[in-house]
């Protein structure tokens, strides 16, 4: 049997082992969280378990900004959906570790490289090909809080 690559050639595994959630979860209270969503729950869980290899997390500012406009990873894989956590929360600072919850459930820790603001209109335009709120990906795009973690 053939076994086939990951995109990117490196499979990545962002999973914690058992002693390290365990650690996280009884420091739970000295982090900043941010709530997300059942779908980027699932985005989530395909960074950790590697099957959006060769992402290891959010999307970057570069990264974010290059998939857009040329349908590629910065460092030129393809890659032509960007994968991003938008939040509303000003007090998250670059450089630290938060919490991703859905409702009480932890979901992930994140360290925050980076925080910027994007145009959901270039957003929803080189997505989804139109700008039309009607449009269920448009909508949504839309709905999003405004500044972007990666």
């Known amino acids: 049997m053939t076994q086939i690559k990951p995109h990117g050639g490196k499979l990545i595994s962002r ?22 969503s059942v779908d980027l729950m699932k985005d989530v869980e395909n960074i950790a378990s590697g099957l959006f290899s060769p992402l290891e997390g959010f999307n970057s500012r570069e990264d974010y900004e290059s998939i857009l406009y040329n349908k590629r990873l910065s460092n030129g894989l393809p890659w ?8 509303d929360n000003s ?13 009480d459930h932890l979901v992930a820790v ?9 145009d959901k209109r270039a957003f929803a335009e080189q997505v989804y090909g139109t700008n039309d709120a009607a ?16």
């Open 15 to 36: 999973t914690l082992t058992e002693q390290k959630r365990k650690k996280i979860i009884d420091q739970a209270s000295e982090f900043q969280s941010v709530q997300i």
């Open 80 to 87: 032509t959906l960007p994968i991003v956590l938008d939040t």
């Open 91 to 103: 007090e998250i600072k670059e450089g630290e570790d938060i919490l991703l919850k859905s409702g």
């Open 110 to 118: 994140m360290q925050v490289d980076e925080r910027f603001t994007y």
């Open 135 to 150: 449009h269920p990906g448009v909508a949504k795009t839309y709905s999003m809080k405004d500044t972007l973690l990666g």
